[in-house]
C-alpha cells in the first residue's frame, strides 16, 4: 500500500540532488511537511491581497504559516511569538508585526496594532484550546480562522457564533498545494522556508533531535541518514 500510495504522495523535484545547495534542499524537504501546514493555514482562513493577518503559534508550522500568509498578498502579518529567535525569522518571513505578550496582554495588544478592528484572517498553528479561543477575539467580525493545529480538545464555538466568524481547516493537502504553489516559489527562491531547521541530528541521535524541539533549543530539527 505505500508504494501505491507513492504514485500519487510524491512530488518530483527537477534535476538531481547534486543540483541543488544544502540551503535548497532544506526549503524542499520544507515543502513536505511544515511549509505546505503553513500554507494550508492561510489558505483555509482564505487570506487576500491586503489582508491583515495575525499567526498564532511560533513553531516551524506557525512560521511558515507568515510565509504563507506574504504569498497570499497580506499586507500586514502580525506573529504572536515570545521568542527572540523565532520572531526574528517570522520578520525575515515577512511579519510585519511582533506580539510577544501572552493571553489578554496579547489580545490587547492586537486590538490596539488594529485600531480595535481585529484580524481579517487568523492562522491557528497551536491546537490547543486557548489558541483557538484567542483566534477568535483577535479576529474582526467576518474573518475566518484557518485552523491547522492538531485538537488536543475542542473548543466552545458560541464565541465565534456571536462575531459570525468561519473556522476551517484540518490535514494539509500537501501534495495540492506543493505542485501549484510552493515547489516554483522555492526553486524561483521567493521563499526560503528550509531556515526552520536551525538544528542538524543523525538518524542515531532522533532522541536529542525530539529533545532539541521540545526544550525550545531548535525551531526544527533535520536528520541526517549517514551513507
Given at each position: 500500500m505505500?508504494?501505491?500510495?507513492?504514485?500519487w504522495?510524491?512530488v518530483?523535484?527537477?534535476?538531481?540532488p547534486?543540483?541543488?545547495t544544502?540551503?535548497?534542499?532544506?526549503?524542499?524537504?520544507?515543502?513536505?511537511?511544515?511549509?505546505a501546514?503553513g500554507?494550508h493555514?492561510?489558505?483555509t482562513a482564505?487570506v487576500?491581497?491586503?489582508?491583515t493577518?495575525?499567526v498564532?503559534?511560533?513553531?516551524?508550522?506557525?512560521?511558515?504559516?507568515?510565509?504563507g500568509?506574504?504569498?497570499?498578498?497580506?499586507?500586514?502579518?502580525?506573529?504572536?511569538s515570545h521568542?527572540e529567535?523565532r520572531a526574528?525569522?517570522?520578520?525575515?518571513?515577512?511579519?510585519?508585526?511582533?506580539v510577544?505578550?501572552?493571553?489578554?496582554?496579547?489580545?490587547?495588544?492586537?486590538l490596539?496594532?488594529t485600531?480595535g478592528?481585529?484580524?481579517d484572517?487568523?492562522?491557528?498553528c497551536?491546537g490547543?484550546t486557548?489558541?483557538i479561543?484567542?483566534?477568535?477575539q483577535?479576529?474582526r467580525?467576518?474573518a475566518v480562522?484557518?485552523r491547522?493545529?492538531?485538537?488536543?480538545?475542542?473548543?466552545?464555538?458560541?464565541?465565534l457564533f456571536?462575531k459570525?466568524i468561519?473556522?476551517?481547516?484540518?490535514l494539509a493537502?500537501v501534495t495540492?498545494h506543493d505542485?501549484a504553489?510552493l515547489?516554483?516559489a522555492v526553486l524561483e527562491?521567493?521563499?526560503?522556508?528550509?531556515?526552520?531547521f536551525?538544528?542538524?541530528?543523525?538518524l542515531?541521535?532522533?532522541?536529542?533531535?525530539?529533545?532539541?524541539?521540545d526544550?525550545r533549543?531548535a525551531?526544527k530539527s533535520?536528520?541526517?541518514?549517514?551513507?
Open positions: 505505500r508504494y501505491y500510495n507513492a504514485d504522495g510524491l518530483k523535484i527537477p534535476g538531481q547534486a543540483d541543488y544544502d540551503d535548497q534542499l532544506n526549503s524542499l524537504l520544507a515543502l513536505s511537511d511544515v511549509m501546514t500554507y493555514a492561510a489558505f482564505e487576500k491581497t491586503g489582508d493577518v495575525v498564532i503559534g511560533d513553531g516551524a508550522v506557525g512560521l511558515c504559516g507568515v510565509i500568509a506574504k504569498l497570499r498578498g497580506a499586507k500586514r502579518i502580525i506573529s504572536l521568542h529567535d526574528k525569522l517570522a520578520r525575515e518571513f515577512g511579519a510585519t508585526d511582533i510577544s505578550e501572552r493571553g489578554d496582554d496579547a489580545v490587547r495588544k492586537v490596539e496594532l485600531d478592528a481585529g484580524a484572517a487568523v492562522l491557528e497551536v490547543a486557548s489558541a479561543e484567542q483566534a477568535g483577535v479576529a467580525p467576518g480562522i484557518g491547522v493545529g492538531i485538537p488536543q480538545t475542542e473548543p466552545s464555538s458560541n464565541q456571536w459570525n468561519g473556522l476551517r481547516g484540518g493537502s495540492t505542485r504553489v515547489l516554483a527562491g521567493k521563499i526560503k522556508p528550509g531556515k526552520v536551525t538544528k542538524r541530528f543523525t542515531d541521535d532522533v532522541q536529542a533531535a525530539y529533545e532539541a524541539m526544550k533549543e525551531i533535520l536528520l541526517i541518514i549517514s551513507q
